[in-house]
């Protein structure tokens, strides 16, 4: 099928041009899909986006114009596609749900222990020859109750590790599992008593209207001076300002994220000679208990091999004109 691969990175192309072995026609462009580019896949079947891509009402119907039939995601997150749309669009959407939600677990790990214990702080300082420990003092996550937000295929996996490190775990989702409750002794309870009694505090939700700045001041008013908060979702679960204002004033301990509400255009770009003129990114960047990585938590080789295989596999099965079992469309309800 041939096939528009937007935002394109080479890190990715030699994953994706393995798991296709020449079956489907790929063209890679590393311009994002926006109204402006929307037009590149004129004479497409089928295009491939990733989570900065912008496939919204007005972006669909243009793709429709052009000829566009599938829409195949490199993301588990599906939050930039208005699915709404494109049913009534009759586009056929899947995305790639299950390539390693270790990866992204153990990176929610990482940005906890770096934040906690202040690992580029340490390095700042020792970088300058300044081996003093006084801005260096993190706690034992030993028998501290942490929260997950959000007990899906990468909160499961975050509580599973959290268990490892002898936390009791708190957990906010509207499906409770039974077997964490069983395996990790993980107690689901409301939002705000999560805020409340949490000293570590971790997002592992989807991006819908209801969880849109989930985490605002409203929430931080609840939480402990010290708590830290992680977020591997997505960057518009948390109000950034609050978020921002709440870690220099002092009033929780730090905020480590991999995601950034307005990273579209700015994340997976070197803009090292092209700043973006943005106070709050800024100050992410500077803040000694800030920690932000560019949405890399599922930069790993098993996850890119993974959204690779996936991707083939949702193209070959439109292909032969079956569902692919990541349809976020079924093809039985295309036509309703
Ligand atoms: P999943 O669908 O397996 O789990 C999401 C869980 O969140 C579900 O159990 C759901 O019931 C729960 N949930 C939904 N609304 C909620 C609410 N208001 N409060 C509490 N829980 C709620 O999804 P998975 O694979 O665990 O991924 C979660 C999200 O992580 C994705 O939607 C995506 O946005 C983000 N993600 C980020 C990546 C990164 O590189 N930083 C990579 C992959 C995913």
């Keep these: 099928m041939k096939t528009l691969i937007y935002s394109a990175k080479d890190f ?23 109204t402006k580019t929307a037009m590149m896949a004129l004479g497409f079947e089928a295009i491939s986006i990733f989570s900065a891509d912008d496939a919204s009402g007005i972006v669909l119907e243009k793709l429709k114009d052009f000829g566009v039939k599938y829409i195949t995601l490199r993301s588990a997150g599906h939050d930039n596609i208005n699915l709404k749309i494109a049913k009534r669009l009759n586009f056929k959407v899947a995305n790639s749900p299950d390539y390693s939600p270790y990866a992204v677990a153990e990176h929610a790990i990482t940005l906890l222990l770096a934040l906690n214990r202040k690992v580029t702080l340490a390095r700042k300082q020792t970088q300058n020859y300044n081996f003093t420990l006084d801005k260096l003092i993190g706690f034992d996550l030993h028998n501290k109750t942490v929260g997950v937000i959000g007990t899906g295929k990468i909160g499961s996996i975050i509580a599973q590790i959290l268990n490892g490190f002898g936390c009791c775990i708190m957990a906010v989702d509207p499906f409770e599992k039974e077997d964490l409750k069983t395996r990790f002794q993980v107690s689901y309870t409301h939002l705000d008593n999560l805020c409340k009694e949490c000293s570590v505090i971790i997002l592992s939700i989807p991006l819908t209207s209801d969880t849109h700045h989930l985490i605002d001041k409203s929430k931080l008013d609840l939480m402990h001076k010290e708590t830290l908060l992680v977020n591997v979702a997505r ?34 770009y070197d803009r090292s000679q092209n700043k973006p003129h943005d106070t709050d990114l800024e100050k992410m960047l500077t803040h000694d208990h800030i920690l932000l990585t560019p949405h890399q938590a599922f930069a790993t080789k098993e996850a890119l091999a993974n ?30």
């Design 235 to 268: 960057g518009a679960v948390v109000h950034t300002k609050d978020v921002l204002a709440y870690v220099e004033k002092k009033r929780i301990g730090g905020y480590a994220t991999d995601v950034y509400d307005k990273e579209s255009g700015v994340f997976f």
């Design 307 to 336: 959204i690779a295989q996936t991707t083939v596999d949702n193209l070959s099965s439109w292909q032969e004109g079956s569902n692919p079992k990541n349809s976020l469309i079924p093809l039985d309800e295309k036509e309703s």
């Design 12 to 34: 990715e192309t030699p994953f994706l041009e393995e798991a296709n072995k020449d079956v489907h026609s790929f063209k890679y462009s590393s311009d994002r899909l926006t």
